[in-house]
């Protein structure tokens, strides 16, 4: 499963969009590894996340084949660490504002006028 896809059917963020602006952002690892929206998630993978201001640390115990029930979340991942972080918010804005004009750009290009 796509981490971006993971990262919301786990509920650890709630909207795709949303996982994928954090997860280009560079602000998730895989394995130590800054990760991409595409990368694959498998169990036993520790995925780190810098998400507002917390970092968090967790282990992936299972990776679901599509939608879950919200009950089950939780089964999906252990938490191994969290901590505040200080954020930069001019450099957030900013990655937020870039990933927001892709988004328009690409609603302009691929979507038709009625």
Partial sequence: MRLDK???V???IKRRPVAKIVIDGGKA???GRVAKSGSEVK???ILELEYYDKYFKFEILEVPNGAIPKER???LIRIIETKGIKIDFE???EIFEKKLEEIRAYNRDHI???
């Fill in 91 to 93: 450099t957030e804005e």
């Fill in 73 to 75: 979340a939780k089964d």
């Fill in 29 to 31: 690892k895989l394995n």
């Fill in 112 to 114: 038709k006028k009625v």
């Fill in 43 to 45: 169990v036993g993978n």
């Fill in 10 to 12: 786990s509920r650890i």
């Fill in 6 to 8: 993971f990262l919301k």
